[in-house]
């Protein structure tokens, strides 16, 4: 699932974030890794702020999301109730949960999967 690629996405998220094709293809990856605890949870996940905006510039690819969806996980992934981190107290719960989730099946990267105090931070992505 993480071999999946869609260069068009990536090119929406880098215009519509102003980021490097480079970083928008790490939030692309980190928003795969999301998907796929999003779609294994139990309960509810919540996305980080560049997740969330990588996830947008998908979802609007709809045939491209929808075929992704069915083939990697038999079902559509919707985007109705993920609120992402920062929201509220309570979406920085459910995303410490998704984020522990991740960190058990995947290297995650500390950008694109920030600690909370960091998710709310919608001025861009800013590599150090």
Not at 66 to 78: N, P, S, V
Request: aromatic share 12%; charged share 25%.
């Amino acid at each position: 699932m993480l071999a999946y690629e869609n260069p068009a996405v990536i090119r929406r998220i880098a215009t519509d974030e102003l980021l490097t094709e480079e970083e928008a293809t790490r939030a692309f990856r980190g928003l795969l890794q999301f998907l796929f605890v999003a779609a294994t949870a139990t309960g509810p996940s919540s996305p980080s702020y560049y997740i969330d905006r990588a996830w947008h510039a998908f979802i609007l690819q709809t045939r491209d999301y929808a075929d992704f969806c069915d083939r990697y996980f038999g079902h559509f992934i919707h985007h109705d109730n993920a609120e992402p981190a920062g929201s509220d107290d309570s979406s920085n719960a459910i995303y410490l949960e998704t984020r522990a989730a991740a960190a058990a099946q995947f290297d995650l990267d500390e950008v694109i999967w920030p600690l909370p105090h960091r998710s709310a931070d919608s001025a861009g992505l800013t590599l150090d």
